[in-house]
């Protein structure tokens, strides 16, 4: 399967700490995007990262991308309450004659108070 | 801030029954996307659809499935006849430009419909 696979599965923090959650995948993409989602919500686009970049910042949020190993990184910085929900990595790759966009099964932040 | 609004938030229906689900797209987005999420499951691809035609879809949108942007506003997912594995959240998306491919963009998603099939 194309799609990325997130570590850790959940992660727990207090606020103000930073959070970092991993994505690793197969085969060669175009670009890799993170989501998040907030229970009972749509996926929110986060960042994108296109294939010819190593790193992305917005605001607090630090991706990285390493092609050779087929792994990408988001760092939340200084963490909120208000993070709190399913981060999602997102592959874009050309896979069976399509593009399409997979997603992995997400890592479940939680940051208590 | 532009939004894609879904309705129903919640749809129950009864097995064999044909459902069609509605989205609103932002209003100069050109791409359109259905994904669905199976409880505590992946977001999964379902189609993509561009310029009044499907551009890509998954082996999950079989023939049960079809897709229709009937007016300039409106995206639909008919499932012709519903099966108990159709219950999942489905969400539409729409792109700028393409959101697949080489110069992939953002994808912007909806809040989803919730299926719900008895």
């Known amino acids: 399967s194309q799609q990325g696979e997130e570590d850790p599965q959940a992660l727990s923090i207090q606020e103000g700490e930073n959070a970092t959650m991993n994505c690793s995948y197969k085969?060669?993409?175009?670009?890799l995007q993170w989501y998040r989602q907030n229970s009972g919500r749509g996926l929110v686009h986060l960042i994108l990262?296109?294939?010819?970049?190593r790193e992305k910042h917005s605001g607090r949020l630090r991706v990285t991308l390493d092609t050779s190993k087929k792994s990408s990184s988001l760092l939340i910085t200084a963490s909120r309450a208000a993070d709190t929900a399913s981060y999602f990595c997102?592959?874009?790759?050309?896979?069976?004659?399509?593009?399409?966009?997979?997603f992995g099964a997400g890592t479940t932040v939680t940051v208590r108070a | 801030e532009p939004e894609v609004t879904q309705t129903p938030s919640h749809q129950v229906t009864q097995m064999g029954q044909e459902v069609i689900l509605r989205c609103v797209p932002i209003?100069?987005?050109?791409?359109f996307y259905w994904y669905r999420q199976i409880l505590g499951q992946k977001v999964e691809f379902l189609v993509s659809?561009?310029?009044?035609?499907?551009?890509?879809k998954s082996e999950i949108f079989d023939d049960q499935f079809s897709v229709e942007r009937p007016d300039g506003s409106n995206f639909t997912l008919k499932i012709r006849s519903t099966k108990l594995e159709d219950s999942a959240m489905y969400f539409c998306?729409?792109?700028?430009?393409?959101?697949?491919?080489?110069?992939?963009?953002?994808?912007?998603f909806g809040d989803g419909t919730r299926l719900s099939i008895l």
């Open positions: 998306a729409s792109s700028e430009n393409e959101g697949q491919g080489l110069f992939g963009q953002p994808q912007h």
């Open positions: 085969t060669s993409i175009n670009n």
């Open positions: 990262i296109r294939s010819n970049e």
């Open positions: 997102a592959t874009d790759a050309y896979v069976s004659n399509d593009y399409k966009l997979s």
């Open positions: 209003s100069n987005h050109l791409y």
């Open positions: 659809f561009y310029n009044n035609e499907i551009s890509e």
